[in-house]
């Protein structure tokens, strides 16, 4: 079951990792492009993504970089998760970025590149288009 925790409404394209990202040390804060040499998505900007992954790890400072790579107008319109640590589901609402949880299901049938609308007030959140 999909769970709402930051309320929004955006249309994108998916940018979708099967790694879990930890903001403080695989991204960085000025460009949002994951800086971690080791991280599937490495080299790829978070710009202007619904980004799907399966949860945030590591210290929750990684909140500060969320609401960094928003600020600095890098961050993506929403995050998907199958889990929303505290460092993502602070961040995210420090940022106003959309953020749900979806099932572990629903999570193996998005795929990077599909385009879709996010929308928190629908009974259905994710509409793939």
């Not at 202007?48 to 970089?65: E, R």
């Not at 993502?88 to 609308?117: H, R, Y």
């Given at each position: 079951?999909n769970?709402v925790?930051?309320a ?8 979708k990792?099967n ?10 804060k ?33 909140a ?42 629903e ?23």
């Amino acid at each position: 079951m999909n769970k709402v925790l930051v309320a929004g409404k955006v249309n994108g394209t998916v940018l979708k990792s099967n790694d879990p990202i930890n903001f403080l040390g695989t991204v960085d804060k000025k460009t949002g492009i994951i800086s971690d040499k080791n991280h599937s998505l490495f080299g790829k900007p978070l710009k202007g993504t619904i980004l799907v992954f399966p949860s945030g790890i590591g210290s929750s400072v990684g909140a500060y970089t969320i609401y960094s790579i928003k600020s600095n107008d890098a961050a993506p319109l929403a995050m998907i998760c199958k889990k929303a640590d505290l460092t993502v589901a602070t961040g995210c609402a420090l940022a106003n970025i959309p953020l749900i949880t979806i099932s572990d299901k629903e999570f193996e049938s998005i795929k990077t590149g599909m385009k879709i609308l996010l929308d928190t007030d629908s009974t259905n959140p994710i509409h793939y288009q």
